[in-house]
T-cell receptor, first 111, second 116 residues
């Protein structure tokens, strides 16, 4: 069974530029999450999708972050414009009805 | 709201020995889940062990076991017969279950080094 796929694995941009991360969850998993992991800290939930609907985006900085899951499968997380403090690993996770499975993450460096 | 605290930034253990990682948490929920996740360098986070708060019996998965003290809000992880492959960052996490399942609150993590 394929795991949660994320791309790109690494991205370096300058502040005020934009960036997008893509996630393909495990087939059949209805629930998808994006977490932000700043170096030296535990991951923090940004947004939760159930199929193609947003369940919880209370922790998403909506002035610069956006996310979508149009067909209830793949998801995209966008940051525009990026700030230095957005440097982090962005983790995607999915679940059917049980265990949460994480991708390897997309590491963003903002210069 | 939930909070999770890991007070040990780093721990080390000799191969084949036993090590215990500490975690305390706070929650207002009556039903919740507690987890330990392992994150090897540049690899994905994987679930080590899970504990449902309503179960009094401590969870065990092969060499991994927990000491769940509900009244003290403590949830420690014991790794027996440590192996080199156990070296990683370990995160303690909680969620409120139900519709909040998967909305994890993580601790700061503990880096575990295993010496041969």
């Amino acid at each position: 069974e394929a795991g949660v796929a994320q791309s790109p694995r690494y991205k370096i941009i300058e502040k005020r530029q934009s960036v997008a991360f893509w996630c393909n969850p495990i087939s059949g998993h209805a629930t998808l999450y994006w977490y932000q992991q700043i170096l030296g800290q535990g991951p923090k939930l940004l947004i939760q999708f159930q199929n193609n609907g947003v369940v919880d985006d209370s922790q998403l900085p909506k002035d610069r972050f956006s996310a979508e899951r149009l067909k209830g499968v793949d998801s995209t997380l966008k940051i525009q414009p990026a700030k230095l403090e957005d440097s982090a690993v962005y983790l995607c996770a999915s679940t059917g009805t049980g265990e949460l499975f994480f991708g390897e993450g997309s590491r963003l460096t903002v210069l | 709201a939930q909070t999770v605290t890991q007070s040990q930034p780093e721990m080390s253990v000799q191969e084949a020995e036993t090590v215990t990682l500490s975690c305390t948490y706070d929650t207002s929920e009556s039903d919740y889940y507690l987890f330990w996740y392992k994150q090897p360098p540049s690899r994905q986070m994987i679930l080590v062990i899970r504990q449902e708060a309503y179960k009094q019996q401590n969870a065990t998965e092969n060499r991994f076991s927990v000491n769940f003290q509900k009244a003290a809000k403590s949830f420690s992880l014991k790794i027996s017969d440590s192996q080199l492959g156990d070296a990683a960052m370990y995160f303690c996490a909680s969620d409120a279950g139900g519709t909040s399942y998967g909305k994890l609150t993580f601790g700061q993590g503990t880096i575990l080094t295993v010496h041969p």
